[in-house]
């Protein structure tokens, strides 16, 4: 293998992000978009439905009263949250049956990635530029590269940890064994599923924001919010994780590193009421 036409050939029989997923948000990034319309799309899938009724009814999403029916889920919570847990259902079984995967693995990479969305909301919701909602979507689906890289090429994968041992950094590693990083590729799958703009750019940029153009800010969000997501798992601080914090993104992300004490405190009590969406241990264990 080791091509770009190779790779993507090599994942031709992956199942396509479930339409109602992008159709949602689409709807949901018009300023005029209807509650009632989400709920129409929504019902055409049964699985997501099921879903989102859970996720409408637990912890992470604080409801006051029983959701009882997608329309109530919608009058009570709103297009921007609906539209995180389609995102969030959809996100959850599509993670946990692709490639060479198993139960534990399962977990921990649901774990990461839950992680992740969570931390790019809360950065989001503190530099007050991009809506939080779309930066938990971001989150659920920036690393979809990663995964596919991770899953599907197993003996690439050793000669990429073998060029990183040597000297370089995971991404030039990447780029060096199969001529294509994670970020490219995810962001290449995202257009062919017909992700908005906005995901596209900010996946393929999430590791570089400042070449994302317009949509530099949430590709920085993308990567300040997996600098703290590795952070609070690795026990380390959020400028150490396997990538690193890109230069310049907290301030393209509009957080100053004076904040990112109280930040990482807020991820960990995060985290703790997301506990059942994410289905592992309780942040404050893991730090």
């Not at 977990?107 to 530099?127: F, K, P, Y």
């Not at 992300?253 to 703790?272: H, K």
Request: hydrophobic share 45%.
């Amino acid at each position: 293998m080791g091509t770009i036409h190779d790779i993507l050939t090599s994942i031709e029989s992956l199942e396509p992000f479930p339409p109602v997923a992008v159709q949602i948000f689409q709807l949901a990034l018009l300023d005029d978009a209807l509650p009632s319309q989400l709920v129409e799309i929504i019902e055409t899938d049964p699985g997501v439905t099921t879903k989102v009724l859970r996720l409408a009814n637990s912890a992470a999403f604080g409801p006051r009263v029983e959701v009882a029916s997608l329309h109530d889920a919608a009058n009570r919570l709103g297009t921007r949250i609906l539209t995180s847990m389609v995102w969030t259902s959809i996100a959850q079984g599509f993670y946990a049956g692709l490639g060479q995967s198993n139960q534990g693995s399962n977990r921990q990479l649901w774990e990461e990635v839950a992680t992740n969305a969570i931390a790019s909301r809360m950065i989001a919701a503190a530099g007050g530029k991009v809506d939080p909602h779309m930066a938990f979507t971001l989150g659920l689906v920036q690393n979809i590269g990663h995964l596919i890289l991770d899953r599907f090429l197993v003996s690439e994968r050793e000669s990429i940890q073998r060029e990183i041992d040597n000297g370089k950094s995971p991404i030039n590693a990447e780029r060096a064994v199969l001529g294509i990083h994670h970020a490219e590729l995810g962001a290449r799958l995202a257009k062919r599923w017909s992700f908005p703009a906005v995901l596209v750019q900010a996946i393929r940029y999430h590791h570089a924001p400042h070449r994302a153009g317009e949509h530099k800010t949430a590709a920085a969000i993308g990567n300040v919010g997996e600098a703290f997501a590795a952070a609070v798992l690795s026990r380390k601080g959020p400028d150490t994780p396997t990538y690193g914090m890109a230069s310049g993104a907290a301030e393209l992300a509009l957080v100053s590193r004076e904040e990112f004490p109280a930040l990482r405190d807020l991820l960990i009590a995060e985290l703790d009421r997301y506990r059942d969406l994410i289905g592992g241990s309780t942040a404050s264990e893991a730090a």
